[in-house]
């Protein structure tokens, strides 16, 4: 599995390619879409926004007229550091993609690319009874399908996140919402220790180069 970053500046044809390939079967997450989900109105973007930039950036409707913030932010560098600010945190919390892949851990290849495991358990006698309904298969089929799988209780040993859903789809979906508040999270302590990193890296080699210059 590849996670390939496309990029390039304004005008220069991004959406383009990027549809090409969405066209080719490429599942695509275009970063300019995720910006203008997450300053809809209610949003806490939107919020900031309309703080720290008035209501003379919304549209009759309460959208951000787009027209009015693009010149704002184009014409002074620390106004569009400012919408940097408010927005980049919230576009990051919401890329992220989940794979759902039955032989994750039987095949292991992919799992050094992921951040995080999530196994989706229910109890031997449940997995066994929805496996016999849904595929209309005795019990000797069903259980050696089971078999030809990592044991269940093996894969929830090794996730990094489990799902218990032996319960209601009700129960399931409480879970799910604390997964994805804790994957947000996650996200945003991953980007700000590589904010933290780069900054003590640049600390290190200023502090290089002035040793230098002093020597020399
Ligand atoms: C400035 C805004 C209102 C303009 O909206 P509009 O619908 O007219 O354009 P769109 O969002 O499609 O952006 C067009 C292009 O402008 C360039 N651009 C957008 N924001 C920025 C920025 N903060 N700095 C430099 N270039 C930018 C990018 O090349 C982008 O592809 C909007 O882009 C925005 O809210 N930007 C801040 C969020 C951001 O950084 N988005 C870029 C994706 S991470
Ligand atoms: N090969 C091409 N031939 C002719 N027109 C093109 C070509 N590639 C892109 N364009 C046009 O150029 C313009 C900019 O392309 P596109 O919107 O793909 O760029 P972008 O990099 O996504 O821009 P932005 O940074 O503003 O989002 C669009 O109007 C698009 O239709």
Do not use: W
């Not at 969405?22 to 910006?35: N, S």
């Not at 209601?168 to 919402?177: K, P």
């Amino acid at each position: 599995m590849f996670l390939v970053g496309l990029t390039g500046g304004i005008a220069s044809g991004k959406s383009t390619v990027s549809s090409q390939l969405r066209e080719l079967g490429c599942p695509v997450i275009d970063a300019d879409v995720v910006a203008r989900k997450v300053v809809e109105p209610q949003s806490v973007a939107h919020r900031l926004i309309v703080q720290h930039f008035g209501r003379e950036v919304l549209l009759d409707n309460g959208e951000i007229d787009r027209k009015k913030l693009s010149q704002i932010i184009f014409s002074s560098p620390e106004k569009r550091r400012l919408l940097n600010s408010i927005t980049h945190p919230e576009i990051h919390k919401e890329i992220y993609v989940i794979l759902d892949v039955p032989l994750l851990f039987e095949t292991r290849r992919l799992t050094r690319f992921l951040t995080h495991t999530v196994v989706v358990y229910c109890d031997p006698a449940t997995q066994l009874s929805r496996l016999m309904q849904r595929d209309t298969l005795s019990q000797e089929e069903a259980e050696q399908r089971i078999a030809a799988q990592m044991p269940l209780e093996e894969k929830r040993g090794l996730a990094s996140h489990v799902i218990e859903n032996s319960g209601s789809r009700e129960e399931t979906l409480r879970q799910v919402l604390r997964l994805h508040t804790k994957l947000e999270d996650s996200m945003q302590f991953l980007l700000v220790r590589a904010v933290a990193v780069a900054a003590v890296a640049g600390l290190g080699s200023l502090l290089f180069c002035t040793v230098r210059l002093l020597v020399s």
